[in-house]
Each structure stands twice: as structure tokens, then as C-alpha cells.
């Protein structure tokens, strides 16, 4: 099926989406705007299907909010002057909201939106469709602009009332072919596409698979030929993966592990559903692709990790072994525990579990790493399949050619993802051998040496040299962060919203050494509006003087100016250690507190602890 239209073949099928009672008249103008604007910007002398195809979805997509109850830019105008009558001190309530309702049904009418929606006959006769709308829905600062409401026909459904008319529709204008119906009515009998909207969200990304077809081909053709002149298939094995490919197929990167050199995939459905057996199999199964692998002392272990800010606790995998009189130790998430809940033993992917072994490969001074493959990229769907391969750095490289991904969409399951991943099924690996054990035994003796644990006990340093063994070191912090009051990380967007600045507090008085000793924190927040904005009412005691600043939480975000206060308390008091950044993140900071020697020590041997700004 051609999927290029002259403007004139254009022109038509848009008409034919009006004659056939999808686009209302609005619609059709608005949609043969946009085709004359898109061949004026991009020179073109022809228009795609798939152009129309996102139009369609994205007029359904607004029209569904707009037919829910979403307020219009004229009804949002009310809105506003309304809330000017009501004082932003906190106050507001249901009762308030209620009543920002009754207004604007007063000035507009129950919503003529609900209306067109509630007035149109559910023609699914095996699917239930909800006829309950509500009212008005207020999601301040959302509101929908003019031109993009009303462009969907009122005797066409965008809650999913239409659907088989709608599919049968794309179909009538040759808007969509054959083969792209088939495949779409199948999703739909599955119960996989629920509205209008995603009935033209699957139709746009199967006619754009079909359209870049060829060229996204020949792009997985050049990677495999890259990949076996890389040695990471052979030249046999590549042949016969280039033979597996069926009529129409393009491959997920992940179909490509099972045909490369050092490479196995794994299904726990094949294992016993014992973590500690089935873990222990698949670590001897992994000896066939990483060399001198010879472990014993195989243990796993599952412990509980308790949430800081009262949210679900986790469930971590502990994995241990021996190679060669070396122990090696990893803990990985396994899974989130709800209040009360048991440790969790049904056997399931734990993501990191092979960075142990990349433990093991540092200390032999190889240049390989093993990478985890992701069967999918769909982080909700139960998944029993990944995969495993040794790389090089070089090796890894070859993999980053921009090639569309086959899957799971970001907008429902359509079959097909088509956007750039870059090769982001393989796991993120570091391939220098700088934090190996050996390496990192001697920074730990030289932050014990410079005082860095000075203000630890003797549990906590343990603590602390347990976590290091645990946890995957890929620089100097991650070694800080394994010991207790070595850092005091600051998310600006604030998940303890009870004391924000009081428990930061606490926290840069704990890595102080005591030097940083605050007495009586206080912290009070309440609402400004809507619970957006909260002020603090927040003090602090430090060497008989109390500090009392004025400061914000806003949409969830703190301000950095109790650090400034904290700054300003130990410049008064003469201490002359200070706190460093030694993380710098988007939206969190991590600071150190150094003496001046300390700090000039660790800026000469271990320079990239302390992020530079250009």
C-alpha cells in the first residue's frame, strides 16, 4: 500500500474523515491546516498516512480529556477569577472545590462535553463502556486550548464506544490496508486497545513499521555484520540469524543474544522455585561464559531494608561466594514489602545480580564485563526470560547503533515501539579495574588514615565495610555512601515532608565529627494553597544562640538556603572545617565535611570527588 498522498489525494481524505462522521467540520479545517503547514515546513510535494494517523490520535486524545470534563481555556479564565475570592492562606477544602463547580456549571451549563459523550449508543456490544462522566474536572495549571477540542464528530465515541466502526472506518478511506486491520482487530479482540484513540495510536506505529520497513532492515542487517566483525557473533552463527528472519520481521536486539560468542539466555521457568537453587544453577551455568569462574561457597541470603520515610520497605538478594580464598558479596533489589509482610521467596529476576561477578572479573584485571540483556523494556510486565553476554568495552560500543526498537510502547500495546533506544537493553557496566578489591582496601586505609572515620564506632565502621563489599563501587562516593555519616545527601525535591530542614539538619550534625552539634531543631510546615506551597517555621540551637529563618517548601521542593544558615552558624563559631560537594546531581547535592588538610588531600590524590563547574 502506498503511504505518501499528493495534497489533493490529502485534501480528499480528509473531506472522507469528515463524510464519514470522525472529524467534525472544525476537525477537517484544522487537519488540512496542518497538512498545508507541514508541506510549506518541510518542502515536501507529498503528505504520509501516518501524518493523518497522528493527527487522528492526538484529536482523540484531546477530545477524550476535553469530554471527560477537562476545563477549556474559556472555563479555566472563570476558574481563576474565582479563586481570587478565596483567601490563599491554606483554608482551601472539598466544600471550596464543590463550590468552584456550582459555579462554573452555573456560567456554562453542565458540561456540553458530557453531554455529546453520554448522547452516543455503545455499538460494543461484548465490551461494557462506562457512561458515568462526572462533571467538570479541575487539574490547575491544565487546560485544554480551543483549537485542539471539537475536532472529533459528536456521533463519534472517544471512550471507546466506536472502536469497530472507527477500525472499519480507516480501513473504508484506505487510510490503513489489509494487513494493517488484521493485525489491529486481533489487539482489539484481546481487549489490548480500550478507545478511538489507541485504535489510531496502533494504527500510526504499524503503518510507520511497514513504511521504514526496508531501511530499519538493512540497519539490523549492519549491526550484525559489525557484530560478527567484532567477534561477538561468529561468522556460522551469523548466517543463521540473518536465515531466522520471517516475512516482515524485525528483531528485538535481545533475539540477537542466543547466536552470539559467550552469550546464554536463561528462563527461571526452567529452574526449581527456590531462590538459592536456582540462583546456584544458573552461576554454575554462567562458567561456560566467563573463564576461570571456579566458585564455591555459594550462598544466598534475602533481608529486609527499612524505608527512611515510612514508604514500603524492600526485600534485598544477598549473593556470596569464594574464588580462589577471595570472598565476593552483592546485594541486589529483589522486591517492595508492604507493612507486616514476610520475606518474599518465590523466585524471581533480580536485575544486578551478575555485577558480583563483574567483582570477580576486576580483580583478574580483565577487560571484560558481563552485561545483563532485558528480554523487554516494559518494566510492568512479568517477565521470566533475560539474558547474559561477556564484552569487551569495544564490544559493548558496536551495539549502539540507532536502530528503531521493536516491543513495548510508551503509549499502549501496540506491538511495535518505534523510537530510538540506543541499545538500552544491555546493563550500564564500567570496564576500568581502579575500584578493585585490592584498590579499594587501600582507600578505605587512607580515609581511616586522615581521620575521614574518626567519629564512627566500631559497629558502624564494620557496618560500613560490610556495605562496601555489598554494594558496586564505581568511584570514590560510592565508597563513602557504603559507611554511615560520611555524606549528607540532599534531594531537593523533599520525600520526608514533615521536616524537611530538620531532618536535613540532623543529618549534616551527624557527618560533622562533632564539630556541628545543633540542639532544640524545631519544624513546623502548613499549607499556603492547595498544599503547594508549605512555610516552615524552622529553628535550630547551636553554642547558646538560636538561628530562626523564614523558608519554603515549594511543590515539593526545598530551598538551599538552610545550608547557607548552617554555613553562617559555623563561620560564627569559628570552626573552620566545611562542607563540600563531592555529589552534584539535578535535583540532589551531596556534601562532605572536610578539615582544610583533608580537603587538600583527597583534591590532590582523588581530584574527581569534587564535581567541577565550567
Known sequence: MAQNLTFEEAKEMTHQLYEIELLSEKGEKYLLQEIEKNLLENKN??????????????????????????????????????????PQDGSFSEDDEKMIIERLENEFGISEARKIEEAIKNEEEEIKVNDSLGGYVIYPPLYLKEEVIKNIHKNRSTFGKTRTRTLNDLLKISLIDSLVFEEIYKQFKKGELSTEGYICSAALNKVEYYQNFENEKNKQIELINKLEKGNVISQSNKEKLINSYQKWELKKLYEFIPFCTNAKTF????????????????????????????????????????????????????????????????????????????????????????????????????????????????????????????????????????????????????????????????????????????????????????????????????????????????????????????????????????????????????????????????????????????????????????????????NDWATPYFLELIKLALKENKINEKFYVCIDDTDSTGYIFLSNSQYKFLNKNQPELFPKHP
Open 45 to 86: 510535494d507529498s503528505v504520509e498516512k501516518s501524518f493523518i494517523l497522528e493527527f487522528l490520535y492526538t484529536a482523540f486524545d484531546m477530545e477524550s480529556w476535553y469530554r471527560g470534563g477537562t476545563l477549556t481555556q474559556r472555563e479555566y479564565k472563570k476558574y481563576q477569577e474565582i479563586m481570587t475570592e478565596i
Open 267 to 554: 528462563n527461571l521457568k526452567e529452574y526449581p522455585n527456590d531462590v538459592e537453587k536456582a540462583y546456584k544453577a544458573i552461576f554454575e551455568e554462567i562458567k561456560e561464559i566467563v573463564p576461570a569462574f571456579d566458585f564455591q561457597n555459594f550462598k544466598i541470603d534475602l533481608v529486609i531494608e527499612k524505608s527512611n520515610y515510612g514508604g514500603a520497605d524492600s526485600q534485598n538478594l544477598i549473593i556470596s561466594f569464594d574464588v580462589d580464598s577471595v570472598h565476593y558479596t552483592h546485594s541486589v533489589f529483589y522486591n517492595y514489602l508492604s507493612k507486616n509482610e514476610k520475606l518474599d521467596y518465590t523466585l524471581k529476576i533480580a536485575h544486578n545480580f551478575h555485577k558480583v561477578i563483574n567483582k570477580f572479573l576486576s580483580d583478574q584485571n580483565s577487560k571484560k564485563r558481563l552485561y545483563f540483556a532485558e528480554k523487554t523494556n516494559n518494566p510492568n510486565r512479568d517477565e521470566n526470560e533475560f539474558g547474559l553476554i561477556l564484552l569487551t568495552e569495544k564490544q559493548r560500543y558496536l551495539w549502539k547503533n540507532k536502530i528503531k526498537r521493536v516491543g513495548f510502547s510508551d503509549v499502549e500495546l501496540t506491538g511495535y515501539d518505534y523510537y530510538d533506544m540506543e541499545s538500552s537493553f544491555l546493563s550500564t557496566e564500567i570496564h576500568n579495574n581502579r575500584f578493585n578489591t585490592k584498590n579499594i582496601e587501600k582507600i578505605i586505609a587512607e580515609y581511616e588514615k586522615i581521620g575521614l572515620f574518626s567519629h564512627l564506632s566500631k559497629e558502624e565502621f564494620k557496618e560500613g565495610l560490610i556495605k562496601v563489599k555489598q554494594n558496586e563501587i564505581k568511584n570514590y562516593t560510592d565508597i563513602l555512601l557504603s559507611f554511615p555519616k560520611q555524606i549528607a545527601f540532599v534531594g531537593w525535591e523533599k520525600d520526608n515532608l514533615e521536616d524537611p530542614y530538620g531532618g536535613l539538619t540532623e543529618e549534616f550534625g551527624e557527618i560533622s565529627r562533632g564539630k556541628f552539634t545543633p540542639q532544640n531543631i524545631k519544624e513546623y510546615l502548613w499549607d499556603r494553597f492547595e498544599g503547594r506551597i508549605q512555610t516552615s517555621y524552622y529553628t535550630f540551637d547551636f553554642n547558646d544562640k538560636t538561628y530562626h529563618p523564614d523558608l519554603i517548601v515549594e
